[in-house]
């Protein structure tokens, strides 16, 4: 079954009872059993939800995996994952990830005992050299937040399954639409369903995808002991949105591809753009390899720095000032204070996020529209 038909068909079946073509929203909290230790597969719905194993079977279904878990945000779902750790476990994680991300790994998971390096893994020899005996995880991002760095996944899961190492590819920019990472090898994907997949701007959500029995069993108990599960409702906006990635997907990458083009000719306002299909992408090779097409992500910097850039984003109409991304609406964001406001600001520049920096999460508006905007912004800005 294609990507296309499996995001409305799969565990999404018309009603049994009334025949409704969209499956009715569970929204009980307990369910009644037969008789003690006897049930139809629900008992409580911090533990399981009707609404909940649709969305889970659904998404893995789309990552081409076998088990999903489903919680209240991309967040909740990367703790969970932490708890796989013990103390004196060491991670390798890209440096260029989500700054939640880091600030979690950083800030608390560090204080108990878990040990964290944060390399450039756009260039896997890193990875090889930060492996260490201790070493029970490699976490990333491709391509990444907000530099979209490109990883080669199947390098990554080479170098892993020989050490018995635990891979985790958080698959956010990309959607399960471009890109797979278990087909690479990776054990583990995660997602903030709050982005693409659901893709509307209105549900906070996140996914795990895993195909390993032992782990999945793992993850099960540790999604139920945490609780950090989302709401039935969130889970049906969730459902209702994937059923479109695949026609959003494409059209957030034809209009970012025009945009890209538009920004490079901007030689005199822009320095630098960043997008993993552009030609001059360090790993633009792997980018298309691993992905159907380049995403809906575009960073660039401009010229004259921070000042230029605030000028330039308060001129914005149609890309809103605004975190998240990955919605049908177009977003611009400042990532020194914004996303990434967690990382000092020895840390950002380290890892290449300079203060010209600004991201754009391009939407599915006319792209024409969306070019005038970005032209009435320089020529105010550069005024």
């Known amino acids: 079954m294609h990507f296309e038909t499996k995001a409305i068909h799969v565990a999404q079946e018309p009603d049994k009872e009334t025949g409704a073509v969209v499956p009715p929203i569970h929204l009980s909290t307990t369910f009644k059993q037969d008789e003690v230790g006897k049930h139809k597969g629900f008992e409580y719905s911090r533990t399981g ?4 194993q649709k969305l889970e079977e659904n998404i893995a279904s789309l990552e081409n995996g076998k088990f999903g878990l489903a ?5 909740a779902a990367t703790a969970t994952l932490q708890m796989l750790l013990n103390k004196g476990d060491h991670v390798v994680c890209g440096d260029d990830v989500y700054g939640g991300t880091f600030r979690f790994f950083d800030k608390v998971m560090a204080r108990l005992g878990v040990e964290y390096d944060f ?3 756009s260039n896997v020899s890193n990875l090889e050299k930060a492996v260490k005996p201790n070493t029970k995880m490699i976490w990333l991002e491709t391509p990444t937040n907000p530099l979209l760095k490109i990883t080669d996944l199947k390098a990554v899961a080479d170098i892993s399954k020989q050490r018995n190492i635990i891979t985790v590819v958080d698959n956010t920019f990309a959607s399960p639409f471009l890109q797979n990472p278990l087909d690479f090898g990776i054990d583990i994907v995660v997602h903030s369903t709050t982005k693409y997949i659901s893709g509307h701007s209105d549900v906070v959500g996140g996914i795990v995808v895993l195909n390993d029995d032992d782990l999945h069993e793992q993850l099960r108990f540790l999604q139920n002991a945490a609780g950090a599960v989302p709401s039935p409702f969130d889970c049906w906006l969730v459902l209702r949105g994937v059923k479109t990635l ?11 591809e025009k945009i890209v083009e538009f920004l490079v000719s901007q030689q ?14 360090p790993n633009s090779d792997v980018a298309r390899r691993q992905m159907k097409r380049g995403g809906g992500m575009v960073s660039f910097e401009i010229v004259g720095g921070k000042d230029q850039a605030f000028k330039f984003l308060k001129e914005l109409k149609l890309f809103h000032l605004a975190e998240s991304l990955g919605g049908v609406e177009s977003l611009s964001e400042y990532p020194p204070t914004m996303t990434h406001g967690s990382y000092s600001e020895q840390e950002r520049l380290e890892r290449g996020i300079r203060p010209n920096l600004i991201r754009l999460s391009v939407g599915i508006e006319n792209v024409d529209d969306l070019i005038e905007d970005l032209k009435n ?6 005024q």
């Open 119 to 121: 390399i450039d893994m």
């Open 377 to 382: 912004a320089f020529s105010i800005a550069f």
């Open 71 to 75: 919680f209240a945000s991309g967040s």
């Open 246 to 256: 695949a026609l959003r997907a494409e059209r957030h990458s034809d209009n970012a």
């Open 268 to 281: 005199d306002k822009v320095e630098r753009v960043y997008y993993p299909f552009l030609d001059s992408h």
């Open 49 to 52: 939800n009707p609404t909940r």
